[in-house]
Every structure is written in C-alpha cells, then in structure tokens.
C-alpha cells in the first residue's frame, strides 16, 4: 500500500513537469490536491489496520475482564451464585487470580463494589451499555447492607444501651407528668399540653412481622416505609419508579386501627422509633420542604409552600431585613431558590410562635408530641448517630435480615450530612430566637438525651 501511492505521488509530478508551462495555475494546483487526497487516504487505512491489529490482540483480554467482571456482580449481588461463578472464573485464563481475589474479599463489600463497577468505566462502546446496566442493577437490587448480623457482644451492648434510652423517657414523663405519668395537679403543668391519649393514627401496625413502627420524618422514615411496603407485597423496582408518595403506599397496605384494636395490638409487637437531634431534624426538613421550589417538585414542595411558605412570608418577612439565606456549597450545581421561599430565619420564627400540639406538620411535630411515648413503651428508641448498629439491631429481632432491599434516594438531602452544616443556619438567628426554639423542642433534647 506505501509503495503504491509513492507510485502515484511520482506520476503526479511527473505530468506536473511534461505540461510545463503550458498548465495553468488551476491546474497545478489541482493536481497537488489530488496527491494529498490520496495521502491522506493511505495515511487513514494504515491507521485503520493498525487499529484493527491492536484490538485484535487486546480484544480477548477486555473480553475476559467484561466476563470476569459480570461474574463477580453477580456475586455481589447473588450470593447463591458463587459456586457456579468461581467454576465460570476457574474455567477463564488468568481466573485462579481473580478468583483468589474473590474468595479474600467479603462479596457485600460496597467499597469493592465500586472497584468492580469502576473498572467498567475505562472501557468505550459496548461495554457502555454494561456498566450502565450493572449501576442499574447495583442501585435497585443490591441486598440491604446493613442487614448484617450483630454478634454477640455487639447485641449486649445495643441491649443495655436501648435499656438507657428507655429508663431515660420513662424519667423524662415522670418529671413532667406526662402520659400515664400524670399524677400530678392539672395546674402543675397546664403550661405544657399532652395529647390525651396514645397516638395510634401516626403508627404502621404489622402483627404479622410483630412490629409497630412510628414514622418519624427526616429520621430514616423513607427507608422504613419501603420496608413496609415490600413486607405488604409492593415490588422494589415499583416503590423506586412511582411518582406516588411512599407513605401513601404505605398507608394503603397498613391501614391504621381503630383505638381499641390498636391498644390490644400494639402491646403485643416490637415498638420503634427513631430519633435524631432536634435541630438538624427541623433544618432538614426546612432544606428538603421550603427552601426551594425549584428542587424536589415531586416530593410536594409546592404544597408545602402553598400550605406554609407563603404564609410563613407573609407573616415573619421584615421589610429592608437584610436578606440572610444560606447557600450550602454542595448545592451550588443546582437551581438557586426564587425568593419567595421562606429563609430558615423565617421558619424558625413561625415554629416559636405556633401551637406544636395542634398544627405542626408531621415532618417538624417534636418527638414526644408525636410518637406519644409517655404513653407507649417503645422498646427499641434508634438514634441516627448509631443508625446502622440500631437497625441491624431491629431487623436481627424481628428476623428481617434476609429479606429487604434498600430503597433509591430521592430526596434532596441525600449524601449531605445535615450536622454538618447546622452551624450555618444556626448563625442566621438571633440569641434570644436560638433560645426560644431550643424552649420549643426542650422536652425532645431531655427525653432523648440530646445536648443543644
């Protein structure tokens, strides 16, 4: 092929010399272009073969690593297919050393997981479409990590721990006189109102699993809803698709228990309910319900605006108040908010002035108010610094362990540890607003042990 077009470079010129003078300029000129066309066509096949010869000798090493790879997903994510995959791996050149790597690694390992996913991504073409569907499949069926089991000690010492939490409710209802605590006078503690009775309305009640969860919001609630909805018989890819609330779905396969049905049950089951601090609770949900309209649509950001944003601005925005909105950093890639929302300064300000027993929302109702422990004993209280031993702590009791999978995050909080940036929206008040709203939540840092 190289020997070919110096052939016809020298014809080329060699017509180029004959014509003389007698071609014009055009003509010489086109004739150059005519060399160079074909060069650059020559130039572009050896750069094909060349190519080709590459690819051949590396095609069967990436297809070895696409087919290695795959095994050790399914691995991961099927650990009833190690056998057959390690005769799959044994039969593979170069898989005695892969399959030493499998056999030293734990197969539920998320940080390998990501290694084995990642090494996908150093590949074009098809294999695009493979890492595409192993993410897929990682992000929708990767067994619940956190359903590992607790050993022993680790059991004792979740049990004296929830023993604690539990002695320290039950003092909290004593010294206020709350519940079935309230032996004291009416006017002792007519300053501090109680529901009159349990809240069963709130509770997800399974007497087939033997459990009653109180959804907390902002604390792990949409984790534990798509819990109940795949023990009701919803299918993950289903809870993980739908536009619908989960708590709807939740609600249509639990229904609630009239009173007395409940105060029957609910003594029977496993009673939980998981707490976090105050604070970072009410800014996440200020960040995941009002802060922006713009974010989160789907989660009813517009009726929470509509519900309270706009009042709240209406009634606490200041005219020439400095505006004080915080702008996390993590956010930054994302639509800014439009104005109207209300500021955390805002929110806080309509939290101190409003009546928490009767119109909270459910995502900011304090604890005590809302899960009613002076009246229910729940026998484990989960607290989100220790979530992962608290949950695998739940599902080991109530033998859940092996049948859940993870929900996929939605929200706008999500991978952002809320504690982290509570400083911020803490500065935007004042000392005395700061003061009010820990007076607000007070009986919540006692009950459960939290600090301001």
Known sequence: MVRSTHVQRALAWRQVQRCG???SRRRVVAALLAVAVTWAVVVKVMDTDADQEKHSSGSSHLSRSIVTDRIQADMLFDPNRINSSKRVIDASNGGSNLRSKLINNNFSNSRYTNVILGQFEQYNGSSR????????????????????????????EAEQEFARRRNKVRETCFKYGLGIYNTRSIEHHSTLRYPPTANYDVLYINRRDGFTYCPVYKVASTTWLHYLCQLGGSDPHFLNSTSQQISTIARKLWPQLDYDEASMVVPTTLKFMLVRHPFERIISAYRDKLENINIGRE????????????????????????????RVDEDSHLPGPSGIEPTFQEFVRYLINTDLVHYADDHWMPYYLYCTPCFIEYDVIAHFDSLERDQKFILHKLKLNKNLQRPRWKHLTKGKK?????????????????HKIYEKYKIDFEMFNFQP
């Open 299 to 326: 989660h009813g950001v517009l009726h929470f605006y509509e519900s309270y944003g706009k009042k709240i601005v209406h009634k606490y925005r200041q005219k020439n108040e400095t505006n004080n909105r915080v």
């Open 129 to 156: 479409d493979t890492i595409e569907r192993l993410k897929k499949r990682a992000a929708e069926q990767t067994l619940n990590t956190i359903a590992d089991e607790l050993n022993q000690k680790e059991l004792q």
């Open 21 to 23: 003078c007698r071609l």
């Open 418 to 434: 809320t504690s982290a940036i509570v400083e911020k929206y803490l500065n935007t008040l004042s000392k005395v607003e700061k």
